[in-house]
Nanobody, 118 residues
């Protein structure tokens, strides 16, 4: 199975940018669909976006389209989330997840906190 570790979170002002990374180990990274999720305090975990095994197909939640960009480097066993034009409502813990079947996410990282101040 795959192990996932997120990094890159932090505190940023509204309008700023952050780049999150998700490093994978323990299995063949390229055999997994990957996704980003976020969870704000007291709210459910929501899908942010996902990338197919080779990164050729990427999808986004409407709330982040045009602001966030997902990419993956299978040679480095890493997925990225570039977040631009951040808003206070983007404040959440961000998780990456891996799926052997499309959208059947079964492996999760521990999360990284993103806080956007107004």
């Amino acid at each position: 199975q795959v192990q996932l570790v997120e990094s890159g979170g932090g505190l940023v002002q509204a309008g700023g940018s952050l780049r999150l990374s998700c490093a994978a180990s323990g299995d063949t990274f390229g055999s997994y669909h990957m996704g980003w999720f976020r969870q704000a305090p007291g709210k459910e975990r929501l899908f942010v976006g996902g990338a197919s095994r080779n990164g050729g197909s990427i999808s986004y939640a409407d709330s982040v389209k045009g602001r966030f960009t997902i990419s993956r480097d299978n040679a480095k066993n890493t997925m990225y989330l570039q977040m631009n034009s951040l808003k206070p409502e983007d404040t959440a813990t961000y998780y990456c997840a891996a799926a052997r079947a499309t959208f059947q996410y079964e492996y999760w990282g521990q999360g990284t906190q993103v806080t956007v101040s107004s």
